[in-house]
């Protein structure tokens, strides 16, 4: 589900399409297999409504690892993102993925999050700012 927001985000312009947005991370450490808190913010300060999610591919994840070695995805090339959005000009909305499902990143260490936003009805594209995590691992506590 799409959450509106009302911020600022750093900005992203594809040709003088005014379309802002970035990558957060609720927590930067994470245990081998835990849930990831990945949240994607849209800001559409170009004047038109903006069209998301038309196309499976509207928006692409990318990892790498340790000496920037790429994360091969589990599965599937893309990351299952349900229906449309229509962006109202002026407005931000956010959205949660979890990429745990999706890429194997299980090993500790450093990783990178990459993603790049499609937009179709401009035939543009935004690579958005990427963020890092780190996978520790999971030590026994003694009784």
Known sequence: MWALLLGFLP????QGVAVEADLSLEQNQLLPDEKMHLKLNVLNRSGQELKLG????WLSFTVVGEKNAAVPPLGTNHVFIEGD???????SASREFNLTPYFDFRQPGRYTVKAT???PQWGQAITVQPVTFTVISAHRLAN
């Open 54 to 57: 038309t196309d499976e591919d």
């Open 117 to 119: 936003l499609k937009l």
């Open 85 to 91: 959005f229509t962006l109202p000009a002026g407005l």
């Open 11 to 14: 900005l992203a312009r594809a």
